[in-house]
């Protein structure tokens, strides 16, 4: 199995063409093997080249809501009262720390997500 790193473009859409054959393989054959490989790699390079930001506060609140069918009343024990809920999703108000640990505990969103100032998380 000749693996090599993926240090370009090409190679990039190489190992994207080559790993698209191998999705049907086995596990533990040496084509899941090498799926496996090559999907590490890819997801390296990816990382590397195209990084993610992390959503803002305010837009992992609204997209975890989406995802999971909540209102804003659905928000009350981890925010407070409905207004301050209104607030903080309007932007007009910050999230406090025990808000965010709330939210994080209640709704899965990543802590780095909720801590993010304003002005990070409209750059």
């Known amino acids: 199995m000749e693996i090599k790193p993926i240090k370009n473009a090409a190679d990039h859409a190489a190992a994207l063409q080559e790993i698209d054959g191998l999705m049907s393989a086995e596990l533990d054959t040496p084509?899941?093997?090498?799926?496996?490989?090559?999907a590490t790699l890819i997801e390296v390079?990816?990382?590397?080249?195209f990084p993610m930001e992390l959503p803002g506060p305010i837009d992992a609140i609204k997209f975890r809501m989406e995802q999971q069918g909540l209102t804003p009343k659905d928000l009350?024990?981890?925010i407070g009262r409905l207004n301050r809920v209104y607030e903080i999703l309007s932007g007009t108000r910050p999230l406090t720390l025990a808000?965010?640990?709330?939210?994080h505990e209640g709704l899965g969103i990543?802590?780095?997500?909720?801590i993010?100032?304003?002005?990070?998380?409209?750059?």
Not at 45 to 49: P, S
Not at 110 to 114: N, S
């Open 31 to 38: 084509e899941g093997d090498r799926l496996d490989v090559l």
């Open 76 to 78: 009350q024990p981890m």
């Open 45 to 49: 390079y990816e990382a590397r080249h």
């Open 116 to 123: 993010k100032p304003p002005a990070a998380a409209a750059a």
């Open 110 to 114: 990543p802590a780095e997500c909720l």
């Open 99 to 103: 808000m965010i640990w709330r939210l």
